[in-house]
């Protein structure tokens, strides 16, 4: 069993830099590929970065080269670090948890960016 705590969202201006974390529970956290993914209103949620066991990266095409995914194994924790923020970019974000068929979803943190 995995839980996840979303953390460090919150309302910002266009151009400004957020850091989000993804908190989780359980010893077996490390082997998790984990996803940031948002929800915009009246929008899919849609997958924005993915990080696996061994730290392979993958990024939508709409944020590569503004968005960097991380984690640190001591802590039990996946990092989104967000730049030059847009409107576009306002959503919750999840966190997601997924290995062998295993899906753990967070709470989610909204994320507001203002002109």
């Known amino acids: 069993q995995v839980q996840l705590v979303e953390s460090g969202g919150g309302s910002v201006q266009v151009g400004d830099s957020l850091r989000l974390s993804c908190g989780a529970s359980?010893?077996?956290?490390?082997?998790?590929?984990v996803g940031w993914f948002r929800q915009a209103p009246g929008k899919e949620r849609e997958l924005v970065a993915r990080?696996?066991?061994?730290?392979?990266?993958n990024y939508a095409d709409s944020v590569k080269g503004r968005i960097t995914i991380s984690r640190d194994y001591a802590k039990n924790t996946v990092y989104l670090q967000m730049n030059s923020l847009s409107p576009e970019d306002t959503a919750v974000y999840y966190c997601?948890?997924?290995?062998?068929?295993?899906?753990?979803w967070g709470k989610g943190t909204p994320v507001t960016v203002s002109s």
């Open positions: 997601n948890a997924y290995l062998y068929g295993k899906d753990y």
């Open positions: 359980g010893r077996t956290f490390s082997s998790y590929y």
């Open positions: 990080i696996s066991s061994g730290g392979t990266t």
